[in-house]
Structures are given as C-alpha cells and as structure tokens.
C-alpha cells in the first residue's frame, strides 16, 4: 500500500491543476514571495487570503518558483518531499521508541 500510494504521488506531481481545493491560493501566495512581495496582507481590505501554513514552506516555494518556473509543480514537488522526510523521520522516531 505504501509503495503504491509512493508511486501515485510521484506521477501527481507534475500534474497542472490543483490536487486539494484552495492549493491554488497557497501557490499565489508564494509567488507574491518570488516577486518579493509580502506575504502577510491586511485582513481590512482585498486580497483576502490568510496564508494557512508556516512562512518557511511559502519562502520555500517561492524558492522554487524562481529555479523551476510558475505553476503547481514546485509546490507538488516541495510537498511531496516534505511528506517523504516526515514520513521518514516519523519512521526513526518509532524505531527508536520501540521495545527490543
């Protein structure tokens, strides 16, 4: 099951449409951070987009966005390698934590 789920999200990555509904404004936000745009906006006034997840992924992508070019395919990417490290680490920290 792992590896299949392992295979189906490589073959998303390039994908060119959103795979989670509201992934397009996570996008936008970090290519205001590739342009050198703030990322936080005012919450009294358009746009009104709160950046749900942490500055480090949208400096990340925004990153991206400059080496790879716009688009979904450095988010799918940069997510994708952020879930394989999770898992990952998840998987030493069970290991660790295991009785012999």
């Known amino acids: 099951m792992a590896a299949f789920q392992l295979l189906l999200s490589l ?3 390039g994908l060119p449409t959103e795979l989670l509904t509201g ?3 996570v996008h936008a936000l970090a290519s205001r951070v590739a342009r050198g745009e703030a990322l936080y906006q005012p919450l009294d006034r358009a ?3 709160v950046a749900a997840y942490t500055p ?3 400096w990340i992508a925004g990153v991206l966005q400059v080496f790879v070019g716009p ?3 450095p988010g ?3 997510s994708f390698v952020a879930g394989l490290a999770s898992a990952v ?3 030493r920290l069970s290991a660790k934590t295991a009785p012999s």
């Open 11 to 13: 073959a998303l990555i």
């Open 89 to 91: 680490l998840v998987g």
């Open 76 to 78: 799918h990417a940069l």
């Open 47 to 49: 746009p009104w987009t």
């Open 56 to 58: 480090v992924y949208y």
């Open 71 to 73: 688009g979904f395919l």
């Open 23 to 25: 992934e397009a404004i």
